[in-house]
């Protein structure tokens, strides 16, 4: 079947309709891929054709890319107003903007968990220096307390030495 669609277009190239009629022929069958490329590189050759976009739209739509799939619809809108496409466009809107809060959310999430980890980090980072501090002084604590013991030691050989 595919064989008998590329020699056709092959056959009459500058047939808007016979493309569109072989971009929805892949649209139907699954192959989304294809049917996309086929779409794309009509585009380019047609870019006037409504159902052009109107295909490429749904292909998109059907591969996740909403964002893409509003851009088409609206441009086929553009081309020629349709009832149906306008309610396919409000459905991809709809996608887009829920694909649009989910990232936002992950956005979000990802954020929060970030500021925790450099919460974390800021508070271990804190108790490290707290403790190092609390040893720190304990050092100059006992080391001060070493040398008032020697000076108290140290007092009397010095005042009980005889003066020259």
């Known amino acids: 079947m595919r064989a008998a669609a590329r020699k056709l277009l092959e056959r009459f190239p500058e047939d808007p309709a016979l493309h569109v009629a072989v971009a929805t022929m892949l649209l139907r069958s699954g192959n989304l891929t294809d049917a996309h490329e086929q779409l794309r590189q009509m585009k380019r050759t047609f870019p006037e054709e409504e159902r052009i976009h109107e295909l490429l739209g749904e292909v998109l739509l059907r591969m996740g890319d909403a ?14 107003a349709d009832v149906a496409v306008e309610e396919v466009l409000t459905e991809a809107r709809v996608l887009y903007e829920k694909h649009e809060v989910t990232i936002r959310e992950r956005e979000e999430a990802w954020h929060r968990q970030r500021l925790a980890i450099e919460l974390e980090e800021k508070t271990s ?40």
Request: positive net charge; aromatic residues 6%; glycine residues 2%.
């Open 67 to 80: 964002r893409g799939a509003v851009v088409a619809f609206e441009r086929a809108l553009t081309l020629q």
């Open 125 to 164: 980072h804190e108790k490290q220096y707290s403790d190092l501090r609390s040893q720190c002084e304990s050092r100059v604590h006992e080391e001060r307390r070493r040398f008032e013991a020697t000076l108290k030691l140290l007092r009397p050989l010095v005042t009980d030495r005889p003066k020259v």
